[in-house]
């Protein structure tokens, strides 16, 4: 039996093209552009990682449509920052990384997050920028500093004047 033509105006659905690439996808090769570096060849939906200095820095999706960028720090990496926890301080900037320590390996994860939609290359750069820099700080062996002046006790003198 003969299929009846479509309705004027019915137009079947598109099939998505297998290239078409998805908002993280996309915000990737979006970040290699910017940071001058050849795109991915091949890349799952899931994890993209940048070798950063020492630091391997992991991208990806998670939670829905938010882009994650983490990075994890031996604990003998972190040793340098006696408190790494002091990272976790309010900020004004909502790409502040925050730490936090994994139960199952020791290791202390650094992370932030953004909305996908408001990933362009500026944003990524700086996402990226601000984990990175907060990794080599909590690596950093302390700088030694100059004990700063503080006097045990503070005496006041009166004297009077006998004429």
């Given at each position: 039996?003969?299929?009846?033509p479509?309705a004027a105006?019915f ?25 001058s ?13 940048l ?6 820095v992991?991208?990806s999706e998670?939670?829905?449509?938010q ?7 031996s604990?003998?990496?972190?040793q340098?920052?006696?408190s ?10 909502p790409?502040?990384p925050?730490?936090?320590?994994s ?25 990226l920028?601000r ?26 003198r ?6």
């Amino acid at each position: 039996m003969p299929r009846p033509p479509p309705a004027a105006g019915f137009h079947p659905p598109v099939q998505e093209e297998k290239n078409m690439s998805t908002p993280f996808q996309h915000a990737v090769v979006e970040l290699c552009q910017s940071l001058s570096l050849p795109p991915p060849d091949q890349m799952d939906d899931s994890l993209f990682t940048l070798q950063v200095g020492e630091h391997a820095v992991h991208l990806s999706e998670q939670p829905a449509r938010q882009l994650l960028m983490f990075c994890c720090l031996s604990p003998q990496q972190a040793q340098a920052d006696p408190s790494p926890l002091r990272q976790n301080l309010f900020s004004d900037d909502p790409l502040k990384p925050v730490i936090g320590q994994s139960a199952h390996s020791q290791d202390w994860v650094l992370w932030n997050r953004q909305p996908l939609a408001h990933c362009d290359a500026a944003a990524l750069q700086r996402q990226l920028e601000r984990i990175s820099d907060c990794a080599e700080r909590c690596c950093r062996a302390p700088e030694p500093t100059a004990p700063a002046f503080a006097p045990q006790a503070l005496r006041q003198r009166h004297a009077r004047l006998h004429c």
